[in-house]
């Protein structure tokens, strides 16, 4: 059974610019999570997805958006881009929206550079 | 709201020698704790978990965790460390909100190198 699978993988930006990203979760699964990750700061909730709906959201700001489709593949996306956006964008998928019970599984990530 | 405290930063271990990563955790009620580890250029696998029972789990590839309330800690262990496990180690706590979202809190992650 394939992974989750996130496109692209590495991405160069300039600051003011938009950029989106694509998950691809397990088949099967239904509820999308995503994490910006860099370093010194860890994993950082942004928001979650299930059945195209908005579950959870994190604490940044209005830039970061996010969308689930009905075959539940989500897109993420930052607008108006910083220096400070630059990290590593990792997705993570699960059966159900209850992290707590089901395993969730990460994508490689993308990583985004803004220059 | 919840937090997860990895106080180290970047650990050097001989392979052979036995291992432990420190992960605190701050959570009002009873906690959900998770171990991760992410290899270069991979994604987080899951190695443990713990939600109630028994306070010693065991994991994936000899891992195995311990949870102790009365030190809000979590810590990982590995009798015996292989050249493979060389990668980032993340903490993590589970919580639900009044509204019965979920979520996951991660430390900011143990570094772990490998040397002959």
């Known amino acids: 059974k394939a992974g989750v699978t996130q496109t692209p993988r590495y991405l160069i930006k300039t600051r003011g610019q938009q950029v989106t990203l694509s998950c691809s979760p397990i088949?099967?699964?239904?509820?999308v999570s995503w994490y910006q990750q860099t370093p010194g700061q860890g994993l950082q909730f942004l928001f979650e997805?299930?059945?195209?709906?908005?579950?959870n959201k994190g604490n940044f700001p209005g830039r970061f958006s996010g969308r689930q489709f009905s075959n539940s593949r989500s897109e993420m996306n930052v607008s108006t881009l910083e220096l400070g956006d630059s990290a590593l964008y990792l997705c993570?998928?699960?059966?159900?929206?209850?992290?707590?019970?089901?395993?969730?599984?990460f994508g490689q990530g993308t990583r985004l550079t803004v220059v | 709201a919840q937090s997860v405290t990895q106080p180290d930063i970047h650990i050097t271990v001989s392979e052979g020698a036995s291992l432990e990563l420190r992960c605190n955790y701050s959570y009002g009620a009873t906690p959900y704790l998770f171990w991760y580890v992410q290899s270069p250029g991979q994604g987080l696998q899951l190695l443990l978990k713990?939600?109630?029972?028994?306070?010693l789990v065991q994991g994936i590839k000899g891992f195995e965790a311990e949870f102790k309330r009365s030190q809000s800690s979590f810590n990982l262990r590995k009798p015996s460390v292989h050249w493979s496990d060389a990668a980032e180690y993340f903490c993590?706590?589970?919580?639900?909100?009044?509204?019965?979202?979920?979520?996951?809190?991660f430390g900011t992650g143990t570094r772990l190198t490998i040397i002959p």
């Open positions: 088949s099967g699964h239904r509820s």
């Open positions: 993590a706590v589970g919580a639900r909100s009044n509204f019965g979202n979920e979520k996951l809190t």
């Open positions: 993570a998928s699960s059966l159900e929206s209850r992290v707590l019970n089901t395993e969730a599984f």
């Open positions: 713990y939600f109630s029972g028994d306070t």
């Open positions: 997805y299930f059945s195209e709906t908005q579950r």
